[in-house]
Nanobody
Protein backbone atom coordinates (compact mmCIF):
# COMPACT_ATOMS: atom_id res chain seq x y z
CA UNK A 1 0.00 0.00 0.00
CA UNK A 2 1.17 3.53 -0.70
CA UNK A 3 2.87 5.20 2.24
CA UNK A 4 2.40 8.77 3.38
CA UNK A 5 5.23 10.36 5.37
CA UNK A 6 4.52 12.57 8.37
CA UNK A 7 6.86 14.91 10.21
CA UNK A 8 6.74 17.74 12.73
CA UNK A 9 5.73 15.99 15.93
CA UNK A 10 7.43 16.72 19.20
CA UNK A 11 7.08 17.76 22.82
CA UNK A 12 5.58 21.14 23.64
CA UNK A 13 3.96 22.99 26.52
CA UNK A 14 0.25 23.70 26.81
CA UNK A 15 -0.62 26.79 24.81
CA UNK A 16 2.19 26.27 22.30
CA UNK A 17 1.83 25.70 18.57
CA UNK A 18 3.09 22.94 16.32
CA UNK A 19 2.82 22.28 12.60
CA UNK A 20 2.64 18.78 11.20
CA UNK A 21 3.47 17.95 7.60
CA UNK A 22 2.56 14.99 5.45
CA UNK A 23 4.16 14.30 2.09
CA UNK A 24 2.47 12.04 -0.43
CA UNK A 25 5.29 10.31 -2.31
CA UNK A 26 3.53 10.03 -5.64
CA UNK A 27 1.48 12.35 -7.85
CA UNK A 28 -1.48 9.95 -7.48
CA UNK A 29 -2.40 11.64 -4.22
CA UNK A 30 -2.82 15.04 -5.84
CA UNK A 31 -6.39 13.95 -6.66
CA UNK A 32 -7.11 12.58 -3.17
CA UNK A 33 -8.58 14.18 -0.13
CA UNK A 34 -6.07 14.17 2.70
CA UNK A 35 -6.36 14.55 6.40
CA UNK A 36 -5.29 13.69 9.92
CA UNK A 37 -6.42 11.26 12.56
CA UNK A 38 -5.00 10.75 16.03
CA UNK A 39 -4.88 8.05 18.63
CA UNK A 40 -4.29 8.97 22.24
CA UNK A 41 -3.04 6.37 24.72
CA UNK A 42 -5.89 4.06 25.69
CA UNK A 43 -8.37 5.72 23.35
CA UNK A 44 -9.93 5.01 19.97
CA UNK A 45 -8.69 6.62 16.80
CA UNK A 46 -10.21 10.07 16.30
CA UNK A 47 -10.74 12.10 13.15
CA UNK A 48 -8.94 15.45 13.43
CA UNK A 49 -9.20 17.24 10.09
CA UNK A 50 -9.63 16.66 6.38
CA UNK A 51 -9.23 18.67 3.20
CA UNK A 52 -10.55 18.01 -0.28
CA UNK A 53 -8.20 17.40 -3.19
CA UNK A 54 -8.86 20.92 -4.47
CA UNK A 55 -8.27 22.45 -1.05
CA UNK A 56 -11.67 24.10 -1.22
CA UNK A 57 -13.38 22.02 1.42
CA UNK A 58 -12.33 21.24 4.98
CA UNK A 59 -13.77 19.36 7.94
CA UNK A 60 -12.66 19.33 11.57
CA UNK A 61 -13.29 17.22 14.59
CA UNK A 62 -15.24 19.02 17.31
CA UNK A 63 -12.36 18.90 19.76
CA UNK A 64 -10.01 20.87 17.50
CA UNK A 65 -12.32 23.37 15.80
CA UNK A 66 -11.01 26.90 16.13
CA UNK A 67 -7.54 25.72 17.17
CA UNK A 68 -6.29 23.56 14.29
CA UNK A 69 -6.10 24.46 10.61
CA UNK A 70 -5.51 22.08 7.72
CA UNK A 71 -4.17 23.26 4.39
CA UNK A 72 -2.34 21.76 1.46
CA UNK A 73 0.27 22.61 -1.10
CA UNK A 74 -0.85 20.59 -4.08
CA UNK A 75 2.26 21.43 -6.06
CA UNK A 76 4.37 19.81 -3.35
CA UNK A 77 1.88 17.01 -2.64
CA UNK A 78 1.98 18.07 0.99
CA UNK A 79 -0.73 18.62 3.59
CA UNK A 80 -0.17 20.53 6.79
CA UNK A 81 -1.87 20.66 10.16
CA UNK A 82 -1.27 23.88 12.05
CA UNK A 83 -2.05 23.25 15.70
CA UNK A 84 -2.44 26.23 17.99
CA UNK A 85 -3.39 26.55 21.65
CA UNK A 86 -2.36 22.97 22.27
CA UNK A 87 -3.77 21.18 25.29
CA UNK A 88 -2.53 18.10 27.17
CA UNK A 89 -5.53 16.22 25.76
CA UNK A 90 -4.10 16.75 22.27
CA UNK A 91 -1.32 14.33 23.19
CA UNK A 92 -1.49 11.48 20.68
CA UNK A 93 0.11 9.86 17.71
CA UNK A 94 -1.06 11.76 14.65
CA UNK A 95 -1.59 9.86 11.42
CA UNK A 96 -1.85 11.28 7.93
CA UNK A 97 -4.54 9.75 5.74
CA UNK A 98 -5.65 9.93 2.13
CA UNK A 99 -8.86 8.86 0.49
CA UNK A 100 -11.04 9.65 -2.49
CA UNK A 101 -13.06 12.22 -0.54
CA UNK A 102 -13.15 13.68 2.96
CA UNK A 103 -16.44 11.85 3.58
CA UNK A 104 -14.97 8.45 2.72
CA UNK A 105 -11.88 9.26 4.77
CA UNK A 106 -14.01 10.00 7.80
CA UNK A 107 -16.56 7.21 7.49
CA UNK A 108 -14.63 4.43 5.78
CA UNK A 109 -11.18 4.67 7.37
CA UNK A 110 -10.42 1.03 6.59
CA UNK A 111 -10.01 2.11 2.97
CA UNK A 112 -7.62 4.98 3.70
CA UNK A 113 -3.97 5.21 2.80
CA UNK A 114 -1.98 5.84 5.99
CA UNK A 115 1.31 7.17 7.21
CA UNK A 116 3.25 5.65 10.09
CA UNK A 117 2.39 8.46 12.48
CA UNK A 118 4.18 11.23 14.32
CA UNK A 119 3.98 11.66 18.05
CA UNK A 120 2.79 14.85 19.73
CA UNK A 121 3.15 15.31 23.47
CA UNK A 122 1.69 18.35 25.21
CA UNK A 123 2.63 18.88 28.83
CA UNK A 124 0.73 21.08 31.26
Amino acid sequence: QEQLVESGGGRVQAGDSLKLSCVAPRPTFSRHAMGWFRRAPGKDREFVAGISWSGGGTEYGDSVKGRFTIFRDSGANTVYLQMNSLKPEDTAVYYCAASATVVTMMHRPAGNYWGRGTEVTVSS
